[in-house]
């Protein structure tokens, strides 16, 4: 049935072209375009991705695993080129303009693949994927209680029986690693070892309702010491063997660095002038910090200031409920202020951090995949304190979460960032549009929301501040330079990731590890510590320049409807609108919002 129409829709693409059969072209173009595109996600996306199949809810992919042999790699990419050709052979006359925006996210994303299989190359480069990836195939599978115990033990047996040649395929794939790879990879080995050795367990087997099969628990035992010797094999060869003639580059390159750009995000601006945004923009936040700082206190320096900021927490004990308290204060400044509509009154749960996920991140939202039915609950995970802790590493872990911080991550995951776009899906056009993201637009989303709340009074002078409290002006000072100290972190990113990649700008020469580091401690304002963590994430995120790239971007859209609608602009609206289109690359947003092709920056 579903050939015998592809079939109608072609012979109906060849019909004469008068009015009555261009209106039949155009239908045909639509079905056909309809067709293809759920093709393409059933058979070649989601089944070289399983393990994005699980985390979208699409649990028919839970027993598959990726195929990291170049054979296998091979024929995905022979696969990717030939939709590739089948979806760019519809002509995106005949779609009406969203399905035309649609066409152009599938074919970016197919390409952006083949950049990566055919050019980036991580499958030669980074041996951090296979250990990562593997581990990110069980973590999907036990993170959400989609299913009993019992169901989802059975999926992770079947997924560890095939890891072991996971890292056969690694040997004989990674050619030549760049020294700092290897060593991210052996850095991490010890924590992805320990998942599968008391995370995974204490999740299906041993803790609260476990898998009641004694003989699925017999053979996870036997599978997951498999995997564990195989990782264990693995970092001995890396360190051995491996590292030792890891004398590869990471760098992308100008080229494929502009692509990766315009194929994810829809970015064409040449690398010098991103660069010239970027030094604007923290050159601007600088001096805003260094303002915030002098009426602070005019007799420290900024960072004397930001010493006093990070004093400013509460006790480990009261961390999980000033985030809840903050939850409830921004849903209420938001209904009152009309900044954007909250589609639902259901607030995600908040919990500690799951262990499997303490090591890599200090607060998460997590919500459940765009197609999942059975486990619809969306997580804002906390990362507490280990109670086994020095007093010293208790101090600098609260100092982390210091009130400025507690305010700008319950804006940034939960409202109105990332949760509150979450709500939104249900809204999303398409179905495209629900599994293809641009992180311009997701992250960028995010850190817009961090400083517009603050732009439009939110933790200003006499209102209810996070803790409860009213605020007085001493604390909204701080609550914007924290918001300031995240902006400039996001800043660095954008020059960094340019800089190490492409060698663009004035200085030629792409700068070397240590240059990135010290960007981050001296323009970015971040400890040294935290330097260590952006530059090695760098090298495996070369395009996480996203967050405000993508802010910059929706602050112009914002600023071009107003100019256009003038006093008719209207905030709730404005931001409503932008979020029912779908995470999608800034340039579509203007479309369908502007119904224009201007520059998004």
């Known amino acids: 049935m579903r050939t015998r129409t592809l079939l109608l829709c072609l012979g109906l693409l060849a019909a004469p072209f008068t009015a009555n059969a261009q209106r039949i072209q155009a239908d045909g173009a639509t079905q056909t375009f309809s067709y293809l ?4 996600f059933n058979d070649v996306y989601f089944r070289y991705n399983p393990t994005t199949g699980t985390a979208s809810g699409l649990h028919q992919y839970d027993t598959q695993l990726e195929d990291y042999s170049a054979a296998g790699m091979a024929r995905e990419s022979a696969d990717l080129h030939s939709w590739e050709a089948k979806i760019a052979a519809v002509d995106p006359g005949l779609l009406d303009a969203a399905e035309a925006d649609d066409r152009s996210l599938l074919l970016n994303s197919i390409r952006s693949q083949l950049l990566t299989l055919e050019q980036i190359r991580p499958a030669e480069k980074d ?19 989609y299913a009993s115990a019992d169901a989802r033990l059975h999926a992770v047996i079947a997924r560890e029986r095939l890891m072991p040649q996971v890292f056969a395929e690694a040997r004989r794939n990674l050619r030549n690693p760049a020294q700092i790879s290897t060593e991210i990879a052996l850095e991490q080995i010890n924590d992805d070892i320990s998942f599968f050795q008391k995370d995974v367990p204490a999740a299906l087997v041993t803790g609260p309702g476990a898998a009641t099969s ?7 035992a036997r599978t997951n010491a498999a995997v564990m010797e195989a990782m264990q094999q693995y970092a001995a060869w890396m360190k051995t063997d491996l590292l030792p003639r890891s004398h590869g580059d990471f760098r992308l390159g100008p080229d494929t660095f502009r692509k990766k750009l315009l194929y994810d995000e829809m970015v064409d601006l040449p690398l010098d002038r991103l660069l010239v945004i970027a030094f604007a923009d923290i050159h601007r936040n600088q001096a805003e910090f260094q303002r915030v700082a002098h009426d602070l206190d005019p007799d420290k320096t900024p960072q004397q200031v930001l010493a006093e900021l990070s004093n400013l927490h509460t006790t480990p004990e009261k961390l999980l409920p000033a985030f809840q308290t903050s939850f409830n204060n921004l849903i209420e400044f938001i209904r009152t202020h009309h900044i954007v509509t909250i589609p639902s009154t259901v607030q995600p749960t908040l919990e500690e951090t799951p262990p499997f996920m303490r090591a890599t991140t200090m607060a998460s939202m997590d919500p459940p995949g ?68 641009a992180s311009t637009n997701v992250e ?32 909204a000072l701080f609550l914007r330079m924290g918001q300031l100290q995240d902006a400039l972190l996001r ?3 954008f020059v960094v990731a340019i800089k190490l990649h492409t060698g663009t700008g004035e200085a030629s020469g792409s700068w070397s590890l240590e240059q990135a580091r010290e960007f981050f401690v001296q323009q970015g304002y971040q400890p040294r510590s935290t330097s260590e963590v952006e530059v090695n994430r760098a090298t495996s995120d070369p395009t996480y320049l996203y967050y405000t790239l993508g802010k910059l971007q929706i602050m112009k859209l914002r600023e071009d409807v107003r100019a256009r609608q003038g006093a008719a602009f209207n905030l709730q609206r404005f ?3 932008f979020l029912r289109q779908g995470a999608v690359p800034m340039q579509i947003i203007r479309r369908e919002m502007l119904h224009d092709d201007s520059p998004t920056l």
């Open 214 to 220: 004694a003989a699925e628990k017999a053979e996870f």
């Open 127 to 145: 041996p951090d994927s296979y250990s990562t990836g593997v581990t990110s195939s069980i973590f999907v599978l036990i993170e959400r209680p």
């Open 575 to 577: 931001h409503d609108d």
């Open 370 to 437: 765009p197609f999942e039915t059975h486990s619809t609950r969306a997580y804002f995970n906390v990362t507490l304190p280990e109670k086994d802790w020095t007093p010293e590493h208790l101090k600098d872990f609260m100092q982390y979460y210091n009130v400025g911080v507690v305010n700008s991550t319950s804006i940034h995951e939960a409202y109105p960032g990332h949760y509150i776009q979450y709500l939104f899906q249900p809204q999303f056009p398409s179905k495209i549009r629900l599994i293809l993201q």
């Open 491 to 493: 800043d660095a990113r």
């Open 444 to 475: 960028g989303w995010a850190h817009y929301c961090e400083q517009m709340m603050l732009d439009e009074g939110y933790g200003a002078a006499g209102t209810v501040g996070p803790d409860g409290k009213v605020i007085d002006q001493r604390t």
């Open 37 to 40: 595109a759920d093709a393409y």
